[in-house]
C-alpha cells in the first residue's frame, strides 16, 4: 500500500539556521499539508498545497516558513531561520482530492530540534 | 473558527470492557468530523468519519448535532486499541480542507 513518506525523521538545528523537511507524497495524490505538534501539545494545521500553490495557511506558517513542490515527487517545508518554539514534530500529508470527505494520509513526521 | 475538544487526557480501561472516547466540537457551519488514531511508533492514520457511517475495528461514532459531539464507542475493549485517538475536524463545503485536531486522548487497555 503506498504511504507517505518524510525525512530526515530527526533533524537537529542551531537557532537561526535554515532547515528544509521533505516529504514524498502518494503519487496519484494532489492536495499537500503540512502539520506540526509541539510536544504535549495538539496537532496544528500549517498550510495546504494544491496545483503548485498554496491554497490556505494558517497564522503560524509566516514569512519564516515556505512550501515548495521542486519536482514531479518531493514537497517541501522549510523554516528560514529557525527559533526554539518551532521545536517540533512536523507531519507531512497528503489527499486524492480535496473535500472535507476525503482521507488525509499523514507521513511518519520529522522530529525537529532546534537548540 | 472552529475547536475540538477532547476531555480526557488518558482513558484506562478493563480488557473487554466498553470503551467511550468524548470529541465535542465547535463550529458554526455544518463539519466534517473524523477520528485518527496512532498506535505506538506508528503514524496518524484514519480511523473513520460520520460522512460514511462506517464501524472499523468494532469502532463506531455518531454526529450528535444538538449537543455538537462526535463520541467514539466500542463494546468490548481489546488489547490492540490501546493508541491515541485523536477526534478531528475539517468545514464543510466551505473550500478549507485543514484538519482542527483535539488534543487527543491516550486508550490503555488493561489485560
Known amino acids: 500500500e503506498p504511504e507517505v513518506t518524510q525525512t530526515p525523521s530527526h533533524q537537529v538545528t542551531q537557532m537561526g539556521q535554515e532547515v528544509i523537511l521533505r516529504c514524498v507524497p502518494i503519487?496519484?495524490?494532489?492536495?499537500f499539508y503540512w502539520y506540526r505538534q509541539i510536544l504535549g501539545q495538539k496537532v496544528e494545521f500549517l498550510v495546504s498545497?494544491?496545483?503548485?500553490?498554496?491554497?490556505?495557511k494558517s497564522e503560524i506558517f509566516d514569512d519564516q516558513f515556505s512550501v515548495e513542490r521542486p519536482d514531479g515527487s518531493n514537497f517541501t517545508l522549510k523554516i528560514r531561520s529557525t527559533k526554539l518554539e518551532d521545536s517540533a514534530m512536523y507531519f507531512c500529508?497528503?489527499?486524492?482530492?480535496?473535500?472535507?470527505?476525503?482521507?488525509?494520509?499523514f507521513g511518519p513526521g520529522t522530529r525537529l530540534t532546534v537548540l | 473558527a472552529q475547536r475540538v475538544t477532547q476531555p480526557e487526557k488518558l482513558l484506562s480501561v478493563f480488557k473487554g470492557a466498553p470503551v467511550e472516547l468524548k470529541c465535542n466540537y465547535s463550529y458554526s457551519g455544518s463539519p466534517e468530523l473524523f477520528w485518527y488514531v496512532q498506535y505506538s511508533r506508528q503514524r496518524l492514520q484514519l480511523l473513520l468519519r460520520?460522512?460514511s457511517r462506517e464501524s472499523i475495528k468494532g469502532f463506531t461514532a455518531d454526529l450528535n448535532k444538538g449537543e455538537t459531539s462526535f463520541h467514539l464507542k466500542k463494546p468490548f475493549a481489546q488489547e490492540e486499541d490501546s493508541a491515541m485517538y485523536y477526534c478531528?475536524?475539517?468545514?464543510?463545503?466551505?473550500?478549507?480542507?485543514?484538519?482542527?485536531f483535539g488534543k487527543g486522548t491516550k486508550l490503555s487497555v488493561i489485560p
Open positions: 503519487s496519484n495524490h494532489l492536495y
Open positions: 460520520h460522512i
Open positions: 500529508a497528503s489527499s486524492e482530492v480535496g473535500g472535507g470527505a476525503d482521507t488525509q494520509y
Open positions: 498545497f494544491y496545483n503548485n500553490e498554496i491554497s490556505e
Open positions: 478531528a475536524l475539517t468545514p464543510s463545503g466551505a473550500g478549507s480542507y485543514q484538519l482542527t
